[in-house]
Nanobody, 112 residues
Framework: VQLQASGGGLVQAGGSLRVSCVAS????????MAWYRQAPGKQRELVAT???????NYSDAVKGRFTISRDDAKNTAFLQMNSLKPEDTAVYYC???????WGQGTQVTVSS
């Protein structure tokens, strides 16, 4: 399995970004997906999950601002991030639950 994340970048506070994760697994449609993030000096934390049938869940820190989605036809998971805050600055990682696999991270930097 390979997970290719992209879409990170530098944005001002209040702005938006969308990160994407393309999976090579043939059973993507059967797998839950998740986004995690890790800020410098902090532990990796769960941001959002989406089940194989599209049910999302969010951490309290991003609820109401971030939206996780998936396009099974393209083996891709997305994280739309709106109303970004400087504390959202981190490396964002995608995770495939079946089979369990981490993608490489993509840097998101939010300037104040």
């Amino acid at each position: 399995v390979q997970l290719q994340a992209s879409g990170g970048g530098l944005v001002q506070a209040g702005g938006s970004l969308r990160v994407s994760c393309v999976a090579s697994t043939r059973i993507f449609s059967l797998s839950g997906m998740a986004w995690y993030r890790q800020a410098p000096g902090k532990q990796r934390e769960l941001v959002a999950t989406i089940t194989f049938d599209g049910t999302p869940n969010y951490s309290d820190a991003v609820k109401g601002r971030f939206t996780i989605s998936r396009d099974d036809a393209k083996n891709t998971a997305f994280l739309q991030m709106n109303s970004l805050k400087p504390e959202d600055t981190a490396v964002y990682y995608c995770y495939c639950a079946t089979p369990p696999y981490w993608g490489q991270g993509t840097q998101v930097t939010v300037s104040s």
